[in-house]
């Protein structure tokens, strides 16, 4: 079975400029999260959504920051206008949401580096 | 204020030694997870423990979830190059969502 696909695997920007990183979570999975890993703060949690429906948002550095799931195959992370202090790597990752502990078991893509010069 | 500290940060060992990591909070969790990321790629799940002083094997790996379930550690026995890596713990506080605060990490390398 295919694991969380995230495009593209590096993406490099000028500031200003609107990014589109996208992700399909494994199937069946109704939980999607999106991340964003840098070394000064680590792993944060930007969005995450339920049945394509988004759930907490609260992690969105900004308007600047948008996120859609308009299917249960697909869902976009938007910077429009991108900034230098947005570098970082992005991570999709799907769950199923079911069984005691194991609903929170994460299941990660491999990342988009992000670089905006 | 960092919900999940892990210690060390940073730990570079010889190839054969032993190691343990740690993940400490002061808020109880209701299931925790330790993942592994190497360089370039997303983390990977490695275990998930969910009773309080919990004890799982993954070959050499041990991992135990502390009595009050407000830490819990990493033991890898005779490190292998392959142990090389960010490990990172991961809580969740139940509620019903499915959101989990994520720790600070330790880095380990494993010299041949």
């Known amino acids: 079975d295919a694991g969380v696909i995230q495009s593209p695997r590096h993406e490099v920007t000028e500031m200003g400029q609107e990014v589109t990183l996208r992700c399909k979570p494994i199937s069946g999975h109704d939980y999607l999260f999106w991340y964003r890993q840098t070394m000064m703060r680590g792993l944060e949690l930007l969005i995450y959504?339920?049945?394509?429906?988004?759930?907490?948002d609260s992690g969105m550095p900004e308007d600047r920051f948008s996120a859609k799931m308009p299917n249960a195959s697909f869902s976009t992370l938007k910077i429009q206008p991108s900034e230098p202090r947005d570098s970082a790597v992005y991570f999709c990752?799907?769950?199923?949401?079911?069984?005691?502990?194991?609903?929170?078991?994460?299941?990660f893509g491999p990342g988009t580096r992000l670089t905006v010069t | 204020t960092q919900l999940l500290e892990q210690s060390p940060q940073f730990l570079s060992i010889q190839e054969g030694e032993n190691l343990t990591v740690y993940c400490n909070s002061s808020s109880v969790f209701s299931s925790l997870q330790w993942y592994r990321q190497e360089p370039g790629e997303g983390p990977v799940l490695l275990v998930t423990?969910?009773?309080?002083?919990e004890v799982k094997k993954l070959k050499r790996l041990t991992f135990q979830f502390g009595d009050a379930r407000k830490d819990s550690s990493l033991h890898i026995t005779a490190a292998q190059p392959g142990d090389t890596g960010l490990y990172l713990c991961?809580?969740?506080?139940?509620?019903?969502?499915?959101?989990?605060?994520f720790g600070t990490g330790t880095k380990l390398q494993v010299i041949p």
């Open positions: 423990v969910v009773t309080g002083g």
């Open positions: 990752a799907s769950t199923t949401g079911r069984g005691v502990g194991r609903s929170y078991e994460q299941y």
């Open positions: 959504f339920n049945n394509n429906v988004p759930i907490d």
């Open positions: 991961a809580g969740d506080q139940s509620g019903g969502y499915q959101k989990v605060t």
